[in-house]
């Protein structure tokens, strides 16, 4: 099946996905975007399957500072080398991710973080959370799409949320 060079060029601006794995996914659903859509998460979501375990010794810390000064955000995302750190799509995760964080206050970044006596509490994990900026993605798939496009394992280490006035939780 041949498909239209403007079908791939919507897709790819949707997605980021590289321009043969945009082919392949409109071959494979006979050009069918919505089907391509979700053939792309789920080759994504393989994709990072594979990389996990990886060494993610490089990566990035982002901050992200409301506008009003009252309420900050750290996160530290590491990758596998120094050349995906620094390229425009993994600082722009970073910081995507740093601005979720301060907006709805995740406890955990992963579900095997959560305690047992925690686990109804499974909203609060970052991973888990529709993304601040498109309800309708989860800032784990937002992790798969990356690694997907980048090749590389990539991590969401840890994070921290400060907002002025907030009530500290005494140390466990």
Excluded at 13 to 31: H, M, P, Q
Excluded at 144 to 164: D, M, P, S, W
Aim: charged share 30%; hydrophobic share 40%.
């Amino acid at each position: 099946m041949k498909v239209s060079v403007e079908a791939i060029k919507t897709l790819r601006e949707k997605t980021s996905a590289s321009l043969n794995d945009v082919r392949e996914a409109l071959v494979a659903t006979k050009g069918d975007e919505q089907k391509a859509l979700a053939w792309l998460r789920q080759r994504g979501a393989m994709v990072a399957e594979q990389r996990q375990g990886r060494a993610t010794g490089q990566g990035r810390i982002e901050a992200y500072v409301h506008h009003d000064g009252r309420l900050a955000a750290l996160v530290e995302v590491n990758c596998e080398t120094d050349f995906v750190a620094r390229t425009e799509e993994f600082a722009q995760f970073c910081r995507d991710v740093a601005m979720h964080v301060a907006a709805t206050s995740p406890q955990w970044v992963r579900k095997d973080e959560v305690p047992a006596q925690g686990a109804h509490e499974a909203h609060a994990v970052l991973l888990e959370q529709p993304f601040v900026k498109d309800e309708r993605t989860t800032v784990g798939q937002l992790l798969q799409a990356l690694i997907a496009k980048t090749g590389e394992n990539v991590v969401v280490r840890r994070f921290a949320r400060f907002a002025l006035g907030e009530k500290l939780e005494p140390a466990s």
